[in-house]
């Protein structure tokens, strides 16, 4: 397909998130305004702060929860991601095995257990979130790569068992796993947990930007645009926009990645590739993709070119990236030629907090009033709600199984400031798709391995 097809296809397809272009018309919450008090104050209305939320009224139901959201609830990352929510908590087994290999056994209970309690949670609250448990598959599409898939174990699929799956010709090899990862509906998602919450007494205050925390003696004053908080803890779940607490402005960058979403598969045309199993899947590139069924049979499609801007800018202009949607647009059809005559409808982005060790790192301030999680990786759909729980630990000073661990203890890596930020993450971003070219890691590779660094698409 030529690319000033690609670009009439484009053009045609709406730039909003799939998610959220569902017409349904909700009604606003309302805004703070004037003085209040709560005993929990959570800044942020995305999955990680209505976990929060949630879980702080079913651990203690007489405790006065008050969430404020800048915008509306979802509107960020957690209704733009792809709704694969995976168990694992350490960005896969590679990044958790070179990082805690003496807990990483424990690390991935944790993470099957918090998958299942999630599971537990959407049944209990009659969550209409779309859930599916169709497991994972993950491909190899360069000859390199099959070897991390380990031939001759349990769940391989060489060549012919792939493609019986998912019919494509740039399928080497893949390998299934089930009971680690459940597709959702992350809107859907994120509005049952706000009703949720709601339910239990929550009060949740919408286009209310929180512009700064102060003290005042033994309490803490939550400012916001519109009034004034007083409380007596705050939980921090802002994740890509921009820290409240100082010492966190280098820890993250934001990264924006970018989705497709084809319009409804024919039967004949979903029989073209097959996909009876309706697994998500993902390739394994460092610059991989990720992509799944979604409930009436469109393919969403994205990831890939993982895009940092010069001084951590985020702006919603920067959420439609032509260059990205048709790199992305050409990459489906190499991938899927039988669609040829498929179409996308949405295109969207959305954007990433990343850290240098891939995976959500927690912490206190304020002699310890105040708990955050950030870091995830776009991989924070299930470990938002395990960081929910970590830092309500903290902030009650309960040790308990998830805060014994290195990976809650222990913190990653800054990343420098600008201009080295910048330069840093341009060498790497080649560096890996150079290695994703000839499976090789160059000698800067070499070296941020050892510095414990690293940048994920």
């Known amino acids: 397909m030529d690319d000033q097809h690609i670009d ?3 053009d045609a397809a709406r730039p909003v998130p799939l998610w959220l272009d569902t017409g349904d018309g909700l009604a606003p919450r309302s805004s703070l305004s004037g003085g209040h008090r709560a005993s929990l104050v959570v800044v942020g209305g995305g999955f990680t702060g209505l976990w929060t939320a949630l879980r702080a009224k079913e651990r203690q139901p007489d405790r006065d929860v008050l969430l404020l959201e800048g915008g509306r609830i979802g509107d960020a990352a957690s209704g733009r991601n792809g709704g694969f929510c995976e168990a694992s908590l350490t960005h896969g087994e590679h990044n958790g095995m070179a990082r805690w290999p003496d807990e990483f056994a424990e690390l991935e209970r944790l993470g099957r257990k918090n998958l299942a309690e999630l599971i537990e ?3 209990r609250y009659g969550i209409d979130c779309r859930l599916e448990s169709t497991g994972m598959l993950r491909v190899a599409t360069r000859p390199h790569q099959v070897e991390g898939l380990e031939p001759g174990t349990p769940g391989f699929l060489d060549r012919n068992d792939v493609r019986a799956l998912v019919d494509s010709p740039t399928y080497l090899a893949g390998r299934v796993t089930t009971g680690d990862c459940v597709l959702i509906d992350p809107a859907r998602l994120v509005r049952g947990l ?3 919450a709601e339910g ?4 949740i205050a919408e286009n209310t930007p929180v512009t700064g925390i102060g003290e005042r003696g033994s309490t803490l004053r939550v400012e916001t645009s519109k009034g004034q908080v007083v409380d007596d803890k705050v939980v921090l779940a802002t994740n890509a926009f921009r820290p409240l607490l100082r010492r966190l402005r280098l820890s993250t960058v934001p990264v924006y990645d970018y989705v497709l979403a084809t319009e409804p598969l024919t039967p004949a045309q979903l029989k073209a590739v097959g996909w009876s199993g309706r697994q998500g899947v993902s390739d394994s590139g460092n610059q991989f993709h990720y992509y799944r069924l979604t409930p009436d049979n469109r393919i969403l499609w994205g990831g890939y070119d993982a895009i940092y801007h010069y001084g951590r800018r985020t702006h919603p202009d920067l959420e439609d990236r ?3 949607h048709h790199l992305l647009a050409r990459q489906f059809y190499e991938t899927f030629p039988q ?4 179409r996308f409808t949405h295109r969207w982005g959305g954007v990433v907090d990343t850290c240098t060790r891939f995976c959500a790192f927690f912490g206190t301030a304020r002699k310890n009033r105040v708990a955050y999680a950030l870091g995830f990786t776009g991989l924070g759909v299930a470990a938002s709600r395990f960081a929910a729980d970590v830092m309500l630990d903290l902030l009650d000073g309960e040790e ?10 222990r913190k990653p890596l800054p990343f420098p400031p600008e201009p080295v930020a910048w330069i840093g993450i341009q060498i790497t971003r080649r560096s890996m798709a150079a290695e994703d070219r000839h499976g090789r890691r160059n000698l800067w590779l070499r070296v941020l391995d050892r510095l414990g660094l690293g940048f994920d698409s």
């Open 8 to 10: 009439a296809i484009l």
């Open 121 to 123: 949670t959407v049944e």
């Open 194 to 196: 706000a009703e949720a």
């Open 200 to 203: 239990l007494g929550v009060r």
């Open 322 to 324: 032509r260059a990205t």
């Open 339 to 342: 669609l040829q005559d498929v």
């Open 400 to 409: 308990t199984e998830r805060t014994r661990t290195a990976m809650v203890r």
